[in-house]
């Protein structure tokens, strides 16, 4: 992929983000919850497993 493609789709996609936080502020910060709950959820089954691993 060419470098004047990434600079594009990058601040193509920075526009986006942009205009989802300005227009609909609640639902964008509903929608980062959720995905660091999914993080946070993948950790903590991570670290479970090594837990259970060297237990």
């Known amino acids: 992929m060419s470098s004047n493609v990434k600079k594009i789709l990058i601040v193509g996609v920075i526009a986006l983000v ?7 502020p609640t639902q ?5 919850h959720h995905a660091l ?3 946070k ?3 903590e089954a991570i670290v479970t497993f090594f837990k259970s691993l060297f237990s």
């Open 18 to 24: 942009l205009f989802f936080l300005i227009s609909k």
């Open 28 to 32: 964008s910060a509903d929608a980062v």
């Open 37 to 39: 709950g999914w993080l």
């Open 41 to 43: 959820d993948g950790a």
